[in-house]
Protein backbone atom coordinates (compact mmCIF):
# COMPACT_ATOMS: atom_id res chain seq x y z
CA UNK A 1 0.00 0.00 0.00
CA UNK A 2 1.33 3.51 -1.02
CA UNK A 3 1.62 5.91 1.97
CA UNK A 4 2.77 9.12 2.36
CA UNK A 5 3.59 10.83 5.74
CA UNK A 6 3.92 14.37 5.66
CA UNK A 7 5.62 16.27 8.97
CA UNK A 8 7.20 18.86 10.34
CA UNK A 9 4.73 21.52 10.39
CA UNK A 10 3.70 24.24 12.75
CA UNK A 11 3.55 27.91 13.46
CA UNK A 12 6.54 29.99 12.79
CA UNK A 13 7.01 33.71 13.14
CA UNK A 14 7.09 35.99 9.97
CA UNK A 15 11.05 35.82 8.34
CA UNK A 16 11.52 32.19 9.98
CA UNK A 17 12.21 28.89 8.56
CA UNK A 18 10.76 25.53 8.47
CA UNK A 19 11.63 21.97 7.30
CA UNK A 20 9.04 19.52 6.01
CA UNK A 21 9.34 16.04 5.16
CA UNK A 22 7.31 13.29 3.79
CA UNK A 23 8.20 9.60 4.38
CA UNK A 24 7.08 7.32 1.52
CA UNK A 25 6.53 3.53 1.92
CA UNK A 26 4.62 0.99 -0.37
CA UNK A 27 6.55 1.69 -3.39
CA UNK A 28 10.11 2.33 -5.10
CA UNK A 29 10.54 5.88 -4.41
CA UNK A 30 13.82 6.54 -5.74
CA UNK A 31 11.91 5.44 -9.13
CA UNK A 32 8.79 8.46 -8.60
CA UNK A 33 9.17 11.94 -9.59
CA UNK A 34 7.45 13.85 -6.41
CA UNK A 35 6.10 17.70 -5.73
CA UNK A 36 4.91 19.46 -3.14
CA UNK A 37 1.38 21.30 -3.84
CA UNK A 38 -0.30 23.53 -0.94
CA UNK A 39 -3.55 24.54 -0.18
CA UNK A 40 -4.17 28.04 1.98
CA UNK A 41 -7.18 28.11 4.43
CA UNK A 42 -10.70 27.94 2.20
CA UNK A 43 -8.33 28.45 -0.67
CA UNK A 44 -7.32 26.30 -4.20
CA UNK A 45 -4.82 24.33 -5.07
CA UNK A 46 -0.90 25.50 -5.38
CA UNK A 47 1.56 24.11 -7.03
CA UNK A 48 4.80 24.36 -5.02
CA UNK A 49 7.80 22.37 -6.29
CA UNK A 50 8.25 19.14 -8.37
CA UNK A 51 12.00 16.99 -8.04
CA UNK A 52 12.60 14.29 -10.46
CA UNK A 53 13.31 10.89 -9.68
CA UNK A 54 17.29 11.02 -8.99
CA UNK A 55 16.62 14.91 -7.46
CA UNK A 56 19.08 16.22 -10.32
CA UNK A 57 16.16 18.93 -12.00
CA UNK A 58 13.97 20.88 -9.40
CA UNK A 59 10.93 23.22 -10.47
CA UNK A 60 9.45 25.83 -8.44
CA UNK A 61 6.68 28.24 -8.49
CA UNK A 62 7.24 32.07 -9.07
CA UNK A 63 5.77 32.56 -5.61
CA UNK A 64 8.32 30.60 -4.05
CA UNK A 65 11.16 30.29 -5.97
CA UNK A 66 14.89 31.22 -4.03
CA UNK A 67 12.74 30.80 -0.70
CA UNK A 68 11.84 27.49 -0.51
CA UNK A 69 14.17 24.33 -1.84
CA UNK A 70 13.01 20.75 -2.45
CA UNK A 71 15.21 17.88 -2.25
CA UNK A 72 14.66 14.03 -1.36
CA UNK A 73 16.72 11.37 0.34
CA UNK A 74 16.15 8.03 -1.97
CA UNK A 75 18.33 5.82 0.72
CA UNK A 76 15.49 7.17 3.49
CA UNK A 77 12.46 7.44 1.26
CA UNK A 78 12.06 10.63 2.14
CA UNK A 79 11.06 14.12 0.25
CA UNK A 80 11.85 17.00 2.11
CA UNK A 81 11.36 20.67 1.54
CA UNK A 82 13.06 23.55 2.97
CA UNK A 83 11.00 26.85 3.72
CA UNK A 84 13.34 29.89 4.55
CA UNK A 85 12.03 33.64 4.40
CA UNK A 86 8.13 32.56 5.25
CA UNK A 87 5.34 34.90 4.85
CA UNK A 88 1.98 34.79 6.22
CA UNK A 89 0.68 34.00 2.74
CA UNK A 90 2.70 30.77 2.88
CA UNK A 91 0.37 29.63 5.87
CA UNK A 92 -1.27 26.84 3.85
CA UNK A 93 -1.76 22.87 4.67
CA UNK A 94 1.30 21.31 2.45
CA UNK A 95 0.82 17.63 0.65
CA UNK A 96 3.59 15.99 -0.85
CA UNK A 97 2.19 14.28 -3.79
CA UNK A 98 3.55 11.08 -6.36
CA UNK A 99 3.66 11.04 -9.93
CA UNK A 100 0.95 8.67 -11.42
CA UNK A 101 0.25 6.35 -12.67
CA UNK A 102 2.65 6.66 -16.03
CA UNK A 103 5.32 7.12 -16.31
CA UNK A 104 6.47 7.88 -12.76
CA UNK A 105 9.75 9.46 -13.68
CA UNK A 106 8.20 12.52 -15.45
CA UNK A 107 8.31 15.44 -13.40
CA UNK A 108 6.80 18.17 -16.38
CA UNK A 109 3.63 16.60 -15.14
CA UNK A 110 0.86 17.56 -13.63
CA UNK A 111 -0.27 13.71 -12.93
CA UNK A 112 -0.38 13.19 -9.13
CA UNK A 113 -1.95 9.26 -8.14
CA UNK A 114 -1.26 9.39 -4.72
CA UNK A 115 -0.81 12.25 -1.87
CA UNK A 116 -0.22 12.71 1.80
CA UNK A 117 -3.08 13.79 4.39
CA UNK A 118 -0.81 17.21 4.35
CA UNK A 119 0.45 19.08 7.36
CA UNK A 120 -0.60 22.33 8.02
CA UNK A 121 1.89 25.64 8.26
CA UNK A 122 0.98 28.82 9.59
CA UNK A 123 3.09 32.05 9.54
CA UNK A 124 2.38 34.28 11.93
CA UNK A 125 3.85 36.59 14.88
CA UNK B 1 -6.22 35.13 -10.77
CA UNK B 2 -5.39 31.28 -11.29
CA UNK B 3 -4.52 30.47 -14.90
CA UNK B 4 -7.04 27.93 -15.39
CA UNK B 5 -10.40 29.28 -15.61
CA UNK B 6 -12.76 26.77 -13.99
CA UNK B 7 -16.65 27.91 -12.71
CA UNK B 8 -16.80 28.59 -8.80
CA UNK B 9 -19.63 26.77 -8.99
CA UNK B 10 -21.69 23.97 -10.06
CA UNK B 11 -25.07 21.72 -9.64
CA UNK B 12 -27.66 19.07 -10.31
CA UNK B 13 -29.82 16.83 -9.07
CA UNK B 14 -29.49 12.72 -8.59
CA UNK B 15 -29.00 11.11 -11.57
CA UNK B 16 -27.96 14.42 -13.75
CA UNK B 17 -25.17 14.71 -16.40
CA UNK B 18 -23.32 17.76 -14.92
CA UNK B 19 -20.33 19.17 -16.77
CA UNK B 20 -17.11 21.35 -15.72
CA UNK B 21 -15.11 23.27 -17.73
CA UNK B 22 -11.62 24.38 -17.25
CA UNK B 23 -10.17 26.98 -19.85
CA UNK B 24 -5.93 27.53 -20.41
CA UNK B 25 -3.79 28.61 -22.92
CA UNK B 26 -1.39 27.67 -25.43
CA UNK B 27 1.59 27.07 -23.20
CA UNK B 28 -0.94 24.82 -20.65
CA UNK B 29 -3.79 22.84 -21.64
CA UNK B 30 -3.14 23.94 -25.45
CA UNK B 31 0.28 21.26 -25.34
CA UNK B 32 0.02 19.37 -22.66
CA UNK B 33 -2.19 16.81 -20.88
CA UNK B 34 -4.98 17.73 -18.87
CA UNK B 35 -5.69 16.32 -15.12
CA UNK B 36 -8.81 16.63 -13.16
CA UNK B 37 -9.00 16.09 -9.49
CA UNK B 38 -11.89 15.59 -6.71
CA UNK B 39 -11.51 17.06 -3.50
CA UNK B 40 -13.96 15.86 -0.53
CA UNK B 41 -13.99 18.09 2.35
CA UNK B 42 -11.15 17.77 4.67
CA UNK B 43 -9.35 15.36 2.70
CA UNK B 44 -6.87 15.20 0.40
CA UNK B 45 -7.30 15.56 -3.43
CA UNK B 46 -7.60 12.49 -5.42
CA UNK B 47 -6.87 11.89 -9.20
CA UNK B 48 -9.95 11.51 -10.98
CA UNK B 49 -8.78 11.93 -14.69
CA UNK B 50 -5.13 12.05 -16.70
CA UNK B 51 -3.81 12.60 -19.80
CA UNK B 52 -7.05 14.34 -20.84
CA UNK B 53 -9.44 11.85 -20.67
CA UNK B 54 -8.02 8.18 -18.61
CA UNK B 55 -9.51 7.25 -15.49
CA UNK B 56 -7.24 5.29 -12.68
CA UNK B 57 -8.21 2.17 -11.35
CA UNK B 58 -11.16 2.49 -9.06
CA UNK B 59 -12.97 5.02 -10.58
CA UNK B 60 -16.23 4.67 -12.14
CA UNK B 61 -16.85 5.40 -15.71
CA UNK B 62 -19.45 8.06 -14.74
CA UNK B 63 -16.63 10.30 -14.93
CA UNK B 64 -14.88 11.21 -18.17
CA UNK B 65 -12.77 13.66 -19.49
CA UNK B 66 -12.02 15.44 -22.76
CA UNK B 67 -9.66 18.67 -24.44
CA UNK B 68 -9.87 20.43 -27.39
CA UNK B 69 -7.30 22.98 -28.50
CA UNK B 70 -7.26 25.21 -25.14
CA UNK B 71 -9.79 23.81 -22.93
CA UNK B 72 -10.78 21.00 -21.38
CA UNK B 73 -13.73 19.38 -19.60
CA UNK B 74 -14.82 16.83 -16.89
CA UNK B 75 -18.30 15.06 -17.36
CA UNK B 76 -20.27 13.46 -14.45
CA UNK B 77 -23.17 11.40 -15.54
CA UNK B 78 -25.86 9.77 -13.25
CA UNK B 79 -24.79 12.09 -10.86
CA UNK B 80 -24.81 11.12 -6.57
CA UNK B 81 -25.02 12.65 -3.58
CA UNK B 82 -21.23 11.44 -2.54
CA UNK B 83 -19.94 13.41 -6.02
CA UNK B 84 -20.62 16.82 -3.94
CA UNK B 85 -16.71 18.19 -3.50
CA UNK B 86 -14.36 20.38 -4.78
CA UNK B 87 -13.17 19.84 -8.88
CA UNK B 88 -9.65 20.95 -9.63
CA UNK B 89 -7.87 20.45 -13.58
CA UNK B 90 -4.76 20.95 -13.87
CA UNK B 91 -2.13 20.62 -16.58
CA UNK B 92 2.24 21.50 -16.95
CA UNK B 93 2.47 25.00 -18.00
CA UNK B 94 5.84 25.22 -20.47
CA UNK B 95 6.27 29.28 -19.84
CA UNK B 96 6.15 28.75 -16.20
CA UNK B 97 8.04 25.18 -16.14
CA UNK B 98 5.50 24.48 -13.62
CA UNK B 99 1.91 23.40 -12.69
CA UNK B 100 -0.87 25.07 -13.08
CA UNK B 101 -4.26 24.50 -11.26
CA UNK B 102 -7.52 25.62 -11.83
CA UNK B 103 -9.61 27.78 -9.14
CA UNK B 104 -11.76 24.76 -8.25
CA UNK B 105 -15.64 24.28 -8.84
CA UNK B 106 -17.63 23.74 -6.04
CA UNK B 107 -20.16 20.90 -7.08
CA UNK B 108 -23.35 20.48 -5.25
CA UNK B 109 -25.96 18.15 -5.61
CA UNK B 110 -29.28 19.04 -4.86
Known amino acids: EVQLLESGGGLVQPGGSLRLSCAASGFTFSSCAMSWVRQAPGKGLEWVSG????????YYADSVKGRFTISRDNSKNTLYLQMNSLRAEDTAVYYC??????????????????WGQGTLVTVSS | QSVLTQPPSASGTPGQRVTISCSGSSSNIGSNYAYWYQQLPGTAPKLLIYRNNQRPSGVPDRFSGSKSGTSASLAISGLRSEDEADYYC???????????FGGGTKLTVL
Open chain 2, 90 to 100: AAWDDSLSGVV
Open chain 1, 51 to 58: ISDGGSRT
Open chain 1, 97 to 114: AKVGPSPPIVVVTASYDY
